[in-house]
């Protein structure tokens, strides 16, 4: 493509509004020859409409010129489009193409909005889930759902249009269209959508102009049974600035919260990530779980985590396919430094009675079945690293039992922990949901 061109589109995207730029300037195709640069569009109707628009064709004549002077403007239309002049251009705005149901990790945090994404997409124009709100805190995949369900509409109904904005693109094309006196155009560009996505709605609070239109473009796409999926950091009702009748809108849809993910849910996002081509990093379940036990916050910080492993690899000369702990520790620095934590002597017991599929009265009783033996000595063991309480008064926890009883058992567990894979690695498993509680 001309550099030129290049260069122009960086100015035409701040002086015309995102409705004209996003359809018609954008997919133009450039080539520059002979002191000619000739813009071609996708499609006849494409072509009709810019030359019909002298503000469009004005602006692109401003924003070459400032360029290269000495350039003219040809308009035409692609080869492609020439030979096949009845194929029609159902235009949407781009989408992330990683942003797919295929690509997400579910779990007991997104895996009800999941399915209310994929059920909605399915059936655009007809479900009663609308406006659909995915709220919760950043980082944790909001917009990968909604997108994914951008990707199956479009998948099920080719001719769909698409249209996705993030909500300060969306109140930057009012600002400009109000100079240009095209908030007309505007409007019609959403409202032509069959699938409106908005990243980040909270943020058009205290924006009233951008309110104002909005609304407008709401109620027309919901009275014509188009479909509305938003983003937000928060429930609708507890955006300060709102405008009542937005917030009694957005309330009357679906509104589904995204939690931060579980533990499991972590380390299944790591491993599936670690297989991007980009990434290719060969992580066992052992060495994600150890991430994720120390990186709990949301998704992107679990990327960035990923990231920062890769170049220490790559860097490093280390080979992708033998990435220990010990190479984690060395990579991620203060991110996997050991965190303190209060732990109760309950929280070890229920734990442990969970992972060995047992009660905690069975963990605590005076029985000496072998299976119940070895939890109970596990479960001492772990109040003796990760509770700050004396031998006898975990002792006193677990059936009033005596010092020595209470240092055998932790004795004897570390003993085990040298010879016994499977008992270090139980070890390790369990004090890793301990501290993830």
């Given at each position: 493509?001309?550099q030129t061109w290049?260069?122009?589109l960086?100015?035409?995207k701040?002086?015309?509004p995102?409705?004209?730029f996003s359809?018609?300037?954008k997919?133009?195709?450039a080539?520059?020859?002979?002191s000619?640069?000739?813009?071609l569009a ?8 810019i030359?019909n628009h ?8 401003l924003a070459v010129?400032e360029q ?5 403007i ?10 096949n002049?009845e ?11 990683e942003y ?9 945090a ?12 399915q ?5 009663p ?6 709220y ?7 917009t ?13 109904n080719?001719?769909s249009?698409?249209i996705y904005?993030?909500l300060?693109d969306?109140?930057?094309n ?12 505007v409007?019609l560009f959403?409202?032509?959508a ?12 205290g ?10 473009i709401f ?5 014509t ?5 938003f ?5 609708p ?7 009542n ?10 509104n589904?919260?995204l939690?931060?993910p579980?533990?499991?849910m972590?380390a299944a996002i790591?491993?599936k990530?670690s297989?991007n ?5 060969s ?5 994600a ?7 709990t916050?949301?998704v992107?910080?679990?990327e960035?985590?990923l990231?920062k ?5 790559d ?12 190479v984690?520790?060395?990579a991620?620095?203060?991110l996997?430094s050991?965190?303190?934590?209060l732990?109760?002597?309950n ?6 009675s ?5 009660t ?9 079945k072998?299976?119940l033996v ?7 063991y772990?109040c003796?690293?990760?509770t ?9 926890n ?6 020595s ?13 040298e010879?016994n894979e499977?008992?270090?690695?139980d ?9 993830n509680l």
């Amino acid at each position: 493509m001309s550099q030129t061109w290049v260069k122009s589109l960086d100015s035409l995207k701040n002086s015309l509004p995102l409705g004209e730029f996003s359809v018609w300037v954008k997919p133009l195709g450039a080539i520059e020859k002979n002191s000619t640069l000739h813009l071609l569009a996708p499609s006849a109707s494409a072509l009709k409409y810019i030359n019909n628009h002298k503000k469009i064709k004005s602006a692109i004549a401003l924003a070459v010129a400032e360029q290269n002077r000495t350039l003219k403007i040809r308009f035409g239309v692609t080869d492609a489009a020439k030979t096949n002049p009845e194929q029609k251009k159902h235009h949407t705005t781009p989408l992330f193409p990683e942003y797919t149901f295929e690509n997400l990790v579910l779990g007991s945090a997104n895996e009800v909005a999941a399915l209310a994404s994929r059920q909605i997409a399915q059936k655009i124009g007809s479900s009663p889930y609308n406006p659909f709100i995915i709220y919760g805190e950043s980082g944790l995949g909001k917009t990968h759902l909604m997108q994914a369900a951008g990707h199956l509409a479009l998948e099920k109904n080719p001719g769909s249009r698409i249209i996705y904005v993030p909500l300060m693109d969306f109140v930057r094309n009012i600002t400009t269209s109000l100079r240009h006196n095209t908030i007309e155009n505007v409007k019609l560009f959403y409202q032509s959508a069959d699938l409106l996505l908005v990243d980040d709605i909270h943020l058009i609070a205290g924006k009233d102009k951008s309110q104002e239109e909005f609304f407008h473009i709401f109620n027309f796409l919901f009275s014509t049974k188009k479909q509305i999926i938003f983003t937000c950091d928060q429930p609708p009702k507890n955006i300060k600035d709102l405008e009542n009748r937005l917030k009694t809108r957005f309330s009357q849809g679906l509104n589904l919260q995204l939690s931060p993910p579980e533990l499991e849910m972590r380390a299944a996002i790591l491993l599936k990530k670690s297989q991007n081509p980009q990434i290719s990093l060969s992580l066992s379940e052992d060495v994600a779980l150890f991430i994720a036990s120390h990186v709990t916050s949301n998704v992107r910080d679990l990327e960035g985590a990923l990231l920062k492993l890769k170049a220490f690899v790559d860097f490093s000369r280390i080979d992708h396919s033998s990435i220990s702990k010990d190479v984690v520790e060395g990579a991620l620095g203060d991110l996997i430094s050991p965190k303190k934590r209060l732990v109760e002597i309950n929280e070890v017991q229920k734990t442990v009675s969970k992972y060995y599929g047992i009660t905690v009265s069975d963990l605590i009783s005076n029985s000496r079945k072998q299976h119940l033996v070895r939890a109970r000595q596990m479960a001492i063991y772990l109040c003796h690293n990760l509770t700050t309480l004396s031998l006898s008064k975990i002792g006193q926890n677990f059936g009033n039992r005596d010092h020595s009883t209470v240092l055998y058992s932790c004795e004897r567990v570390k003993e085990l922990m040298e010879t016994n894979e499977e008992i270090k690695n139980d070890f390790e498993n369990i004090k890793i949901k301990i501290t993830n509680l």
